[in-house]
């Protein structure tokens, strides 16, 4: 009978029973939380624009805060999840970062609303603590699909916040508030549930199915230094950085300016506009959950050779329906190849976290902290374009599905496979001392 105390080599979805299944349910919960939160701003972007008075450009700067400020803090967080742990370190952020959210409603000019937006991108971190603590749940044959189904399930309040905030802010409006007192007071229902969170998370979870990294003797303690160097040093590292740049950095980009987009170039409501967004958001209901999935198996037959070439054709695919996208003429062609482009993107996601945790054990959360950040990275330097005056969002998707398919094409140059990955019973060692 296997122990309670090591992590599970199945993903039994709709049980609650252990420690493993109610931490990875409580993780993915808590994500999908955390990314309500950290783009509830988006779908209201009509309203705030209108309301304070926003230029295109100072639109794009708020794009780019609510990425960047997660560039740093996700190697922070990495970082504290191997030597915290990520049971206190995700308490604390969702009770930090409930701030910002709430307090967002105080801003009443581009100064105040631009320093909010980038104290909300701190939340972006949480999804380093959802890939580690899913990771130390779960044995390696099944690490890939149970890290892309909690993402994939996570990033899905992505999706879920397109239609919710503006209904939010609507239900606000019909108890009598104008819209722009109601976007502000919207803001405070993520904020609430990042707090509801922090309390669950802290009091139901663990930091391994052993326990909490405080009643655990960590014989790795001491080569932490070592490993984070290491980890730094593997071009593997940095090519899965770049690929997380192509597929999750066009995802939170795209999540920043779909409703936007729809409600300028198709005349939409707001409403109807966050309608069309969210379905980009859905499709991690499955989409990166099979990603993992497929991987998990190509890996069992054809090692990390072959989930490195499943992720490089899966961004090339990416790239060719984003391309696509940026050409397509009328709202039924968007909708379509939106939909293509995103199940490629979302697939790759999970694909590039069914690698992670194998690249190096003993530095799992550096190693997902830096390919994390390269995601934020991707999507702040993809902020740049939505921003510029000469530059339509048209030609900006197009010139980001270009690319993607040339770093698709190079990621075929990168052998995944040239270090042994470790066995069920050594995993197990590692994340449990």
Same mark, same amino acid.
């Given at each position: 009978?296997?122990?309670?105390?090591?992590?599970?080599?199945?993903?039994?979805?709709?049980?609650?029973?252990? =420690?493993?299944?109610?931490?990875?349910? /409580?993780?993915? !919960?808590?994500?999908?939380?955390?990314? *309500?939160?950290? #783009?509830? $701003? &988006?779908?209201?972007?009509?309203?705030?624009?209108?309301?304070?008075?926003?230029?295109?450009?100072?639109?794009?700067?708020?794009?780019?805060?609510?990425?960047?400020?997660?560039?740093?803090?996700?190697?922070?967080?990495?970082?504290?999840?191997?030597?915290?742990?990520?049971?206190?370190?995700?308490?604390?952020?969702?009770? =930090?970062?409930?701030?910002?959210?709430? /307090?967002?409603? !105080?801003?009443?000019?581009?100064?105040? *609303?631009?320093? #909010?937006? $980038? &104290?909300?991108?701190?939340?972006?971190?949480?999804?380093?603590?959802?890939?580690?603590?899913?990771?130390?749940?779960?044995?390696?044959?099944?690490?890939?699909?149970?890290?892309?189904?909690?993402?994939?399930?996570?990033?899905?309040?992505?999706?879920?916040?397109?239609?919710?905030m503006p209904l939010i802010m609507t239900l606000i409006m019909g108890l009598g508030f104008v819209k722009s007192d109601a976007w502000r007071l919207a803001m405070i229902v993520p904020g609430l549930l990042m707090l509801v969170m922090a309390f669950l998370y802290y009091r139901y979870t663990t930091d391994t199915p052993a326990g909490n990294?405080?009643?655990?003797?960590?014989?790795?303690?001491?080569?932490?230094?070592?490993?984070?160097?290491?980890?730094?040093?593997?071009?593997?590292?940095?090519?899965?950085?770049?690929?997380?740049?192509?597929?999750?950095?066009?995802?939170?980009?795209?999540?920043?300016?779909?409703?936007?987009?729809?409600?300028?170039?198709?005349?939409?409501?707001?409403?109807?506009?966050?309608?069309?967004?969210?379905?980009?958001?859905?499709?991690?209901?499955?989409?990166?959950?099979m990603g993992g999935v497929v991987a998990d198996r190509v890996g069992q037959r054809y090692g990390m050779r072959g989930k490195g070439i499943l992720l490089a054709v899966l961004l090339l695919l990416e790239g060719l329906g984003i391309l696509l996208f940026a050409q397509s003429g009328n709202l039924t062609m968007a909708i379509v190849s939106?939909?293509?482009?995103?199940?490629?993107?979302?697939?790759?996601?999970?694909?590039?976290?069914?690698?992670?945790?194998?690249?190096?054990?003993?530095?799992?959360?550096?190693?997902?902290?830096?390919?994390?950040?390269?995601?934020?990275?991707?999507?702040?330097?993809?902020?740049?374009?939505?921003?510029?005056?000469?530059?339509?969002?048209?030609?900006?998707?197009?010139?980001?599905?270009?690319?993607?398919?040339?770093?698709?094409?190079?990621?075929?140059?990168?052998?995944?496979?040239?270090?042994?990955?470790?066995?069920?019973?050594?995993?197990?060692?590692?994340?449990?001392?």
């Amino acid at each position: 009978m296997k122990s309670t105390q090591q992590p599970l080599d199945t993903l039994p979805l709709f049980s609650f029973r252990g =420690i493993q299944m109610r931490t990875f349910h /409580l993780t993915w !919960l808590t994500f999908f939380v955390c990314f *309500f939160g950290w #783009f509830g $701003l &988006a779908p209201l972007m009509p309203a705030i624009r209108a309301d304070l008075g926003l230029t295109k450009a100072q639109v794009g700067n708020t794009i780019i805060a609510a990425v960047s400020a997660t560039i740093f803090a996700r190697l922070i967080i990495g970082k504290l999840c191997d030597t915290w742990g990520p049971r206190k370190t995700y308490t604390a952020l969702l009770v =930090i970062g409930s701030l910002p959210v709430m /307090l967002v409603g !105080l801003a009443h000019d581009y100064l105040t *609303f631009l320093l #909010f937006r $980038l &104290a909300i991108g701190v939340i972006g971190a949480s999804f380093v603590i959802t890939q580690f603590h899913t990771s130390m749940m779960f044995a390696p044959k099944i690490k890939g699909t149970a890290n892309a189904v909690a993402g994939g399930w996570g990033n899905l309040g992505g999706g879920v916040t397109q239609l919710a905030m503006p209904l939010i802010m609507t239900l606000i409006m019909g108890l009598g508030f104008v819209k722009s007192d109601a976007w502000r007071l919207a803001m405070i229902v993520p904020g609430l549930l990042m707090l509801v969170m922090a309390f669950l998370y802290y009091r139901y979870t663990t930091d391994t199915p052993a326990g909490n990294f405080e009643d655990l003797q960590r014989q790795n303690a001491g080569t932490a230094a070592g490993s984070f160097r290491e980890a730094c040093t593997d071009i593997r590292v940095w090519a899965l950085a770049l690929a997380y740049a192509c597929c999750f950095g066009m995802e939170i980009t795209f999540d920043g300016v779909a409703a936007l987009y729809f409600f300028d170039q198709f005349s939409l409501g707001e409403t109807e506009a966050g309608f069309w967004a969210m379905l980009f958001g859905f499709m991690n209901l499955f989409a990166r959950a099979m990603g993992g999935v497929v991987a998990d198996r190509v890996g069992q037959r054809y090692g990390m050779r072959g989930k490195g070439i499943l992720l490089a054709v899966l961004l090339l695919l990416e790239g060719l329906g984003i391309l696509l996208f940026a050409q397509s003429g009328n709202l039924t062609m968007a909708i379509v190849s939106m939909l293509t482009f995103a199940l490629f993107l979302k697939m790759a996601n999970g694909s590039t976290y069914a690698l992670v945790p194998f690249i190096n054990p003993k530095a799992l959360g550096v190693i997902s902290g830096v390919v994390g950040a390269g995601g934020n990275l991707g999507g702040m330097l993809m902020g740049f374009l939505f921003k510029s005056q000469s530059i339509s969002y048209g030609q900006a998707f197009f010139y980001i599905g270009a690319a993607v398919v040339l770093i698709g094409g190079l990621l075929f140059l990168i052998n995944f496979g040239k270090s042994r990955v470790a066995e069920p019973s050594e995993a197990v060692t590692l994340q449990t001392v």
